[in-house]
């Protein structure tokens, strides 16, 4: 099961210095001018579950494989982006690609760097991203409208009912919010819309290295706005993320974590937090040769998780073995979770817990 989150933010916040420490590359050019990023750059990025390690060591596994979330490194959005301006229409078609966004504003100040808009204000900064997301979604809608209004008149109650929803989104649009700020917001009729602003956001503040734990003022103001859009908030440091990539081994990087006051790297951090916005959970595949963690949406179906692993295992799926990653843990192998009485044989109805170590028995 494949997902992924944009970066996206004005020019020049250090979207591609994020963008290449979340991947450990130097796959995105970092420059202090606009839009030196063009063709949006696409990395992968481990899901680092503590659990996993866990579960190899009782088994004895010779390797750790984790899961992933692509990360799309989107250039950078201007005031008039919904109208072609900057590089325009073409990047908002890439947002229209992922799953969720990462927002990342510039909370640090740096002479040295340029801004688009000579002045240091994330809030302004996250309005005029936001406005030509909502501006893109409400042409979007428009040239839509009058089509459906037509076969609503000959349809029948479902075509009435979509041309209501597509009627109160545009009338929230208009006054200026996003499509996610619906209360009455139902995701499977919202998604055939295919909306920019119903995606889910994480504003992630980029501060200097000394305000990474703490935050400052500009910070502050992000963490306010983030709670009144019922959005999740973070602060990382892109440059300090960086250097930590750019360092060999894990203990190097823990000890350089540590100087700093930190238990685990920014980008961890707001991996995890994409990972929970996407109202994702993980199950794992335990054996002498690999352990491994697998994605997958919550309350999803024993068989869906079996057709992650592999689509033969959901055709001719039979039951799932499963052992809570608890019980796991605390009888130290399979045979004694057996013994136990641990081992539950489930159907493919049974609803995937997060942590569940399955072993799925199938015939095709």
Not at 26 to 32: C, I, K, Q, T
Request: hydrophobic share 40%; net charge neutral; aromatic share 6%.
């Amino acid at each position: 099961m494949s997902f992924n989150c944009g970066i996206v933010g004005l020019p020049n916040i250090g979207k591609s210095t994020l963008f290449n420490a979340l991947t450990q590359s130097s796959a995105a050019e970092a420059a202090n001018y606009p839009f030196c990023t063009i063709e949006p750059n696409i990395g992968k990025v481990p899901i680092r579950d503590q659990r996993l390690k866990q579960i190899a060591a009782i088994a004895g596994s010779e390797k750790v494989i984790y899961s992933q979330l692509e990360v799309v490194d989107i250039a950078g959005l201007v005031k008039g982006a919904s109208k072609g301006e900057g590089l325009g229409n073409k990047f908002l078609s890439h947002i229209r690609e992922v799953d969720a966004i990462i927002h990342l504003l510039r909370c640090f100040t740096d002479g040295n760097i340029s801004h688009v808009h000579n002045k240091i204000d994330p809030i302004s900064d996250a309005e005029v991203v936001e406005m030509e997301l909502i501006l893109a979604d409400i042409d979007n809608i428009e040239k839509r409208l009058p089509q459906l209004e037509k076969k609503a008149k000959q349809g029948g109650k479902e075509l009435k009912r979509q041309l209501d929803l597509m009627q109160e989104v545009l009338a929230t649009l208009k006054l200026g919010r996003p499509a996610r700020s619906l209360g009455n917001m139902d995701k499977v009729e919202m998604k055939p819309l295919q909306l920019l602003t119903t995606k889910p956001v994480v504003y992630v503040c980029n501060v200097e290295d000394t305000h990474i734990i703490t935050g400052n003022e500009l910070s502050k103001k992000v963490e306010k706005m983030a709670k009144e859009n019922r959005s999740k908030f973070y602060c990382i440091s892109a440059k300090l993320e960086a250097d930590i990539a750019n360092l060999d081994s894990e203990e190097e990087k823990q000890s350089f974590l540590s100087e700093f006051g930190l238990k685990e790297s920014g980008l961890d951090g707001v991996v995890r937090i994409m990972y929970e916005v996407l109202s994702m959970i993980t199950f794992f595949t335990v054996g002498p040769k690999e352990a491994r963690a697998w994605p997958i949406k919550i309350r999803s179906t024993a068989d869906k998780a079996a057709g992650v692993v592999h689509t033969d295992f959901e055709k001719g799926f039979i039951r799932a073995e499963t052992i809570s990653f608890d019980d796991y843990v605390k009888y130290k192998s399979k045979s004694d979770c057996k013994d136990a009485g641990k081992i539950r044989f489930e159907s493919k109805d049974y609803i995937v817990q997060d942590g569940d170590i399955m072993h799925f028995r199938f015939n095709v």
